[in-house]
């Protein structure tokens, strides 16, 4: 069964500053993977969806994927008041044909401050 | 913007009622999802539901059912509520394997 761990649990960050987030996952055979962000008492917003190797930027969110190393990371360029949100990792086997394949990490709390 | 819609966003109810949360989406998506997120907020599938055809996690208890009247909308209804079923219950519609978008979630407390 896949399982996806995100790191760290909780992240300061000052603003103007880049902050980075981590996610593994356990199946190599994964081909979907994308970044949602969670406002408190909201629900979930797509910010990068990545399908092959390398990076994929969506404005200030780019994100890193390596495959071979069971990575993919979120970069935040810049972060705003408005970024203060939980940042949950999604990882699928696509070969389903059902998005229900996909797996969450337990997220990343993104807390900017000023410098 | 909102394009999932869920109803009520709040419950609070006593063990053994019965609750019902209701999603619509007008995205026009042919799958719709009811997932579970916990305090940890880590979330876990708990239904899929694409062209009549329903997929349920094994792991997801027989007093949970979901009711859908046509693609747009997907309901789910918990027959006798327990303390475990605490949680933010969200909703989620896709276009075939692309991209989930979630509603706001309903959070039920039970008491």
């Known amino acids: 069964q896949q399982k996806v761990q995100q790191s760290p649990e909780s992240l300061t960050v000052s603003e103007g500053a880049m902050a980075s987030l981590n996610c593994t996952f356990s199946?190599?055979?994964?081909?979907?993977f994308r970044w949602y962000r969670q406002h408190s008492a909201k629900g979930l917003e797509v910010l990068v969806s990545?399908?092959?190797?390398g990076e994929k930027e969506e404005g200030r969110f780019t994100a890193h994927l390596n495959r071979a190393n069971l990575h993919v990371s979120l970069h935040i360029r810049e972060p705003q008041p408005s970024d203060s949100a939980v940042y949950l990792c999604?990882?699928?086997?696509?070969?389903?044909?059902?998005?229900?394949?996909?797996?969450f990490g337990s997220g990343t709390k993104v807390i900017p401050c000023l410098p | 913007e909102t394009a999932v819609f869920q109803t009520p966003n709040y419950h609070v109810t006593q063990v053994g009622n019965e609750v019902s949360f209701n999603c619509k989406q007008t995205?026009?998506?042919?799958?719709m999802y009811w997932y579970k997120q916990d305090s940890k907020k880590l979330l876990k599938i708990m239904f899929s539901?694409?062209?009549?055809?329903?997929?349920v996690n094994e792991t997801v208890p027989r007093r949970f059912s979901p009711q859908s009247s046509d693609k747009a909308h997907l309901n789910l209804r918990i027959k006798s509520v327990e303390p475990e079923d605490s949680a933010v219950y969200l909703c989620?519609?896709?276009?075939?394997?692309?991209?989930?978008?979630f509603g706001e979630g309903s959070r039920l407390i039970v008491v």
């Open positions: 199946d190599g055979t994964s081909n979907n």
């Open positions: 995205l026009g998506h042919d799958t």
């Open positions: 989620a519609s896709s276009q075939a394997e692309n991209t989930l978008y």
């Open positions: 999604a990882v699928s086997l696509a070969q389903t044909g059902f998005a229900s394949a996909l797996t």
């Open positions: 539901y694409n062209n009549k055809q329903l997929i």
């Open positions: 990545i399908f092959s190797d």
